[in-house]
């Protein structure tokens, strides 16, 4: 991704579909859009080659990333699990974790798991179905602030930070406090981690931090200031899509900059960012509330009972908070030998209230998310590729 990014492609292809984009085309600042679209083209030996372009794309333009935020914490804690492997320690280990400072909370066992106990394996699944809250606040607490945040900028991702757990109210003193963990294979403890603390504030240089012209507060009274974003996580785009692409394409990496992950670690990943939950069995998810796209926004707009196309899959982290769909992915057609790079943000809050619950997703988000995502697929549908991808590698069993 270092070659210049292309940034009018994107923008005459939308104005070319006033039907589909027209509304958000007259005024992207309200609807704070922002996409990148990285195109990939293989050599003979199946390298591949990536070619970007971009819309309204601003790392210091804050938006709120909300769950995008878990799939580094899904790297990252297999990361540790490997740097403590000689220990016996494992990501299907028993994860028991205690509480030490206020607020903290307890967890011994996991009834959505097969054993019913919880491990940082089946914490992975329930992020990467469903983006489960409490699945991502246990491996924040495992990897530690500090280590979350050092490995943002070790991974070059320098516009962006990972603050806090997430849908507890964590802030301030609270979020730099984790809680004490103990491993477990059998009756046998393999590892135990003291809490830790945090100091550091992980200042970034954004802009659009105040939004709106009021919120609910923690009482659910009205106030009538700008909605302040100030001390929250933060992910840009662009990092969003590095990440996805060191992730999925290692090799094109130096050694030195790829992941500490094992083939069993990308597996496991691979496996659960492109399945459904409907074809999960631990944890077997019921489907009125988790039906097939519930995490599939780009192409498929999270709509209910809309068709599958079966030759499609897509590796992705979604997230949904304050107004804002956001959607990190890689789509493979496996029959046509298509694959590209998606990541895109988009906005509606009309009232301008932030934590009221009142946004505009259905109306608005998803169908820009979806009609994004559908004319990408038919743009690269016609793309000419001197050689056919062998994508046999995102090819698995669900």
């Not at 540790?80 to 994860?95: C, D, F, I």
């Not at 394409?249 to 790829?258: A, C, D, G, K, T």
């Not at 505009?360 to 998310?369: A, D, G, L, N, R």
């Amino acid at each position: 991704m270092a070659q210049k990014t292309d940034t009018t492609m994107l923008e005459q292809l939308m104005k070319s579909k006033p039907e589909l984009f027209g509304g958000i085309l007259n005024h992207p600042e309200h609807n704070q859009v922002q996409i990148l679209y990285t195109q990939i083209d293989r050599d003979a030996q199946n390298n591949p080659h990536f070619k970007s372009f971009s819309y309204n794309l601003n790392p210091n333009h804050y938006f709120y990333p909300a769950s995008t935020v878990k799939l580094a914490a899904v790297i990252f804690a297999l990361e540790k699990v490997n740097t403590l492997n000689k220990t016996g320690l494992t990501a299907r280990s028993t994860m028991i974790t205690d509480s030490a400072f206020k607020g903290q909370t307890k967890v011994i066992k996991d009834e959505t798991a097969e054993n019913k106990l919880p491990s940082i394996a089946h914490y992975i699944k329930k992020i990467l179905l469903t983006s489960d809250n409490d699945a991502f606040n246990r491996l924040f607490e495992f990897i530690g602030r500090a280590e979350i945040n050092d490995k943002l900028k070790r991974n070059g991702l320098h516009h962006s930070r990972i603050l806090n757990r997430l849908a507890i109210g964590d802030a301030g003193e609270s979020a730099k406090h984790t809680n004490p963990i103990k491993f477990y294979n059998g009756d046998k403890l393999v590892y135990s981690q003291q809490p830790q603390y945090d100091p550091k504030e992980y200042k970034l240089k954004l802009s659009n931090l105040i939004m709106g012209k009021g919120y609910l507060d923690s009482a659910d009274q009205l106030v009538n200031k700008p909605f302040s974003l100030a001390n929250k996580n933060a992910f840009a785009i662009s990092d969003q899509q590095k990440l996805m692409q060191k992730l999925l394409f290692p090799q094109s990496f130096p050694i030195n900059e790829r992941f500490n992950l094992t083939p069993e670690d990308y597996k496991l990943i691979y496996t659960f960012m492109s399945m459904y939950p409907t074809e999960a069995k631990y944890p077997k998810y019921d489907e009125k509330e988790f039906w097939p796209t519930y995490a599939k926004m780009l192409y498929y707009g999270r709509e209910k009972g809309i068709a599958l196309d079966k030759n499609i899959r897509i590796f992705n982290k979604y997230g949904d908070s304050y107004g804002f769909i956001i959607d990190n992915s890689y789509f493979v057609d496996f029959k046509n030998g298509v694959e590209y790079l998606l990541t895109a943000v988009v906005q509606s809050n009309e009232d301008g209230i932030y934590n009221d619950n009142k946004y505009e997703y259905e109306t608005v988000c998803f169908p820009f998310m979806k009609n994004l995502g559908q004319v990408i697929y038919q743009l690269e549908l016609q793309r000419i590729k001197k050689f056919k991808p062998n994508l046999s590698s995102f090819a698995l069993d669900y």
